[in-house]
């Protein structure tokens, strides 16, 4: 097995590409896991999820899920030498749907991460202008006041929802094409397309930036965010931890998911990478060094995250009370800078009994530091509102503008190369390419094409398709792509042959930690939770926030129902990956029965070689 | 002698009379020193309330170009400690009351002298009722998010095309060594062919006896 093993890897060496060295394949993975989720989603789960004590569920969910599943895909890419398609088929021609899926998934996935990019690079290209774009409200038509959407809200929400977005009030007005956005979306697919233009070769040379610069940027950050006033009720905030919170089973189940999507599994892309590795490689240190990375990257990028939030939430603590001691001096016409913010409380006890009607009449704020703290956000809301509105108030807010949208576009990007190669492998090894299209013909038309149907984000309503995008597609059909993986891997390939292979390829047989967790541990934990998303996604219908100028309750958003053509959208993008296991199983069994019916009939062996055409 | 004090006392109750808090025609004024200048702050005293009403009646002149109005014209009233005041205006010759548009138009025009003349800006030296004309934002011709996209754009396409050229010319060269390659195999075999077959010619006429 041996030999025919090496003769095999020495063919496919000639063929195949490969890695330059070992840190660009562990860059690239890195970089592939680490993505713009450890940034905006594990500081927030942080922080609502009782702050340190949701460090605990974080850490077990990575033990027994992340890992087993990272070493699995690892190895299994490394073993087979072929994208998920090429894997999965070898395994078992019933397993092909499998990598189909993962194909689709990927190709899906990557549609509106790059908008996010795009967006993103919106913000970075408005981020060289002084003062910035997003500190004040445009002025109306005749100079007098500011645009009353912009007053109702903040200068920062309408940049981000009328000047970016120009966002519809709901799902079924479309609108155009934002001209801007299509601009920017081209450079993101630009820019996609000259690191990716030649596979892996062009890949392996980008992350050696991609992968850490990131890290670069956080660390200046840190360095940044601690010096700022109010950084420490930021990280007391998000550090402290409350025990109770363990008691609540949806934090072990965000846990749990939280893991699984951020070291981006099921996508294919990891197989597709690990596949150009020499066959004899340590796949199982490389699975730990990169499940770890991930879990050490998302604790550092909280604490300057949160630092600026803690600031933040000081700044608008001392607004809001610099505000109530203005009211006062100018309705007790005592001398200005008189009241200040330590002897306020003097003040307001003094005023208050001399004078209560009045002050009651004023209507001062209540102003809570621990208010300010709790408004917290993820996502996109994080990075466009949320930290652009911080930036503001930093000194050198330009510096800081641009530094953190060239380290969300980085980290952004070599995420982007794992949901292409995802597409890309498993195209190349079906032989689905015509050999006289060159490489960087394909990888071209791949990007174009993602473009061209990308531009559904681009128009008015492109921000609520992309929030259905990223709940239907990134997340269900991972999960089972994810469950039908290791229990092909364990139960059908076998796990007694893998523990061989990766014997074979590491030098030593996996200890008793992966056969528990493969075998039991991690089937039973993807079920699980693949059962209570689905539960809880069912519970209700499903509801989106709208950003309506002209609702009552404007700037609350508006909570609508999808209308039913949509939901109908959202079940199609959900089970449309998936509904490849069952046809390519049910296509390939088909084949076999006929094959095995007319053996059945025809008892001449030179009949065989008439119904091998039959198979294909 | 009498008459002079008389005189005075009569226009001193006379403007104390005109100039009233929550006057139609008046405007209340509101001055934020410290806030402004924080140590280099001045006391208000007297000096600066003349300079006040010595700056207002400019502005009065400058909007009213034929009448001179005096410092008297400016009638102040109900000072604090914060500092915060009223004023009302009258006209140089009648002491009737100048309409609160007119005031504002006049104020408005000369904001900017009237703040400069206190170090002030238009937060700090407050008309209660007068809006600041807000400043129109800068637009330069091009935004300057298109300057960016354009070199950032630009840098790509150049990288896009230059990668391109090189993997042609790298294709092209392989294949025109490949072909040599070829070409120098066929010659080799056809050397080759040739030799034996002469060697067999030339083996097969030695064999056959010389006539």
Redesign the interface.
Known sequence: MDKEAESAEQKESTERPKWDNKVQYLLTCIGFAVGLGNVWRFPYLCQIYGGGAFLIPYLIALVLEGLPLLHMELAIGQRLRMGSVGVWNSISPYLGGLGVASLVVSFLVGLFYNMILAWV??Y???S??SPLPWR?C??NLN????VTECEKTSSVNYFWYRETLNITPDIQTSGSLQWWLV??L??AW??V??CF??GIE?IGKATYVTATFPYLVLTIFLVRALTLSGAADGLIYLFTPNWETLKNPQVWLDAATQIFFSLSLAFGGLIAFSSYNPQKNDCERDAVIVGCVNSFTSIYASIPIFAILGFKANEDYNDCRNWNILTL??AF?????NITLENYDDWFHYLNTTNPSVVESLDLKTCNLQTFLDQSASGTGLAFIVFTEAVIKMPGSQVWAVLFFIMLFSLGLSSMFGNLEGVLTPLLDLHMVPLWI?K?IFTGLMCLTSFAVALIFTMGSGNYWLEIFNSYVGSVPLLIIAFFEIISVVYIYGINRFNDDIEWMTGRRPNLYWQVTWRFISPFMLFVVFVAYVVISAKQRPTYNAWNPDYVHFPLAEVLHYPEWVFAICVLLCTLPVISIPLVAGYKFSGFLKKYIMNRHNQNPYANELTNDVEL | MLEKVSFLLLSFTLAEQLCKPGDPDGYKVRLSIKTALGENAYVWNDNEMFLFRATLAFAMTKQFDGQQFEVSDIIVCNQTARVSFWFVVTYPHNKTLVDKQVVERAVRKSRNRINSAFLLSDTTLEFIGIPPTLATPVNPSTPTWLIVFGVVMGAVCAGIIVVLVVSLVQRKRKKNETNEDTQVKTVENGAARDGVYYMSFSEDESSVTQM
């Open positions: 690079l919106w970075f290209f408005h060289f202008q004040d445009p002025l100079h007098t006041g500011y601009l920017c081209a450079s630009c820019l397309y000259i233009i030649r062009t001096t100018n016409n005592i001398g200005d800078e060159p960087e």
